[in-house]
Every structure is written in structure tokens, then in C-alpha cells.
């Protein structure tokens, strides 16, 4: 087992054990959050990445997109704006859905198992970003070229890719539980 699928499962651990204190009601609306951040990323990332450059260009002179390091940029920036959508979709008031979990094992699963679905949206789109730009953030011993069979196997079943054309479909069916409930 690489050092990325250990990274992936321990973020959805942790993101599991986050899910079971805050319970699923609260981790449904943050799951929306997530969603809509991927669906902004794989809809309209480049636009906003080509915009920045020629903005950066046009005030500066200095294009990163014609740089060596275009690839690390572009990875950084892709990252950078998803994170801040993450602690966004986490951070003070968010969308919540109404109703409590029932008590007992049956509420501790959907707590725990929204958690670990958050989890693997986060770490997953990191993965999916780092593999898409060929991996521009070399630390030592994180991934190490060649990548496992395992690793090589599991890139079909990132979030951004497996969920991509169905986003806005995912989105619209949360927002409708959300009013609807």
C-alpha cells in the first residue's frame, strides 16, 4: 500500500470521527458545500485560474502560466481555492438540515457514515488535483514515482471524476431534501 491510499484512508477516518460528533444533519449541508465547491473547480477552475494569470500578467508582467513551474502553479492555486471552500463549507453557520439522528447505533452510522463520505470528497479532490497537475508537490516519501498498482487502480473512483457529470444533479437533490424536510 502506497503512502497515498494510507493518506486517503486516514483523512476518511478522521472525517468519519468529525461526522460522528457533529452529527449527519450538519454534515449533509457541509457535503452540499462540498459538492458545489467541486462542481465551481471542474466547471469553471481553468476560467478562474486564466483570468488570475492575465489579471497577475497585465499588473505585473509575470505570467505562471508561462513558467516552468505552470504545473505547480496551477495545482496551488486549484488546491488553494478548494481548501478555502472546505473551511468554508465547515466553518460557523453552515447549511444544516433539519431533524436529529435517531438515537442509538442506526444514528451513530449515518453520522459516522457522512463523515467518512466527507472525508473521501476532500481527500479524494486533493488526490484528484495532485494527479491531474502530475503531482507538482514533490515531498519526500508522500508519492513516490512510480505509483502502486493500487494507487494507479483507484484514480477512476476519485470524487471529481466519478461524480463530475452528475454534480449539479447531486446538488439539486440535496437542496431539494433540505427544502422539502
Known sequence: MG??????????????????????????GTTTGLLVALLVLSEWGEEIFTGLDSTIYSFLGLSFLASSYASLWQALSFLGLYVLMVFLAYHGETLAFRGTAPPGPLGMT?????????GYLIAGSVWYYLYRFDYPLRIPGLFPPPLTDLTQSLLPLLPVTLLQPHLLLFIAFLLLMRIMR
Open 110 to 118: 449515518l453520522n459516522i457514515a457522512n463523515g467518512a463520505v466527507n
Open 3 to 28: 503512502a497515498l491510499e494510507i493518506l486517503l484512508l486516514v483523512v476518511i477516518i478522521i472525517f468519519a470521527l468529525v461526522g460522528a460528533v457533529r452529527g449527519y444533519p450538519k454534515e449533509l
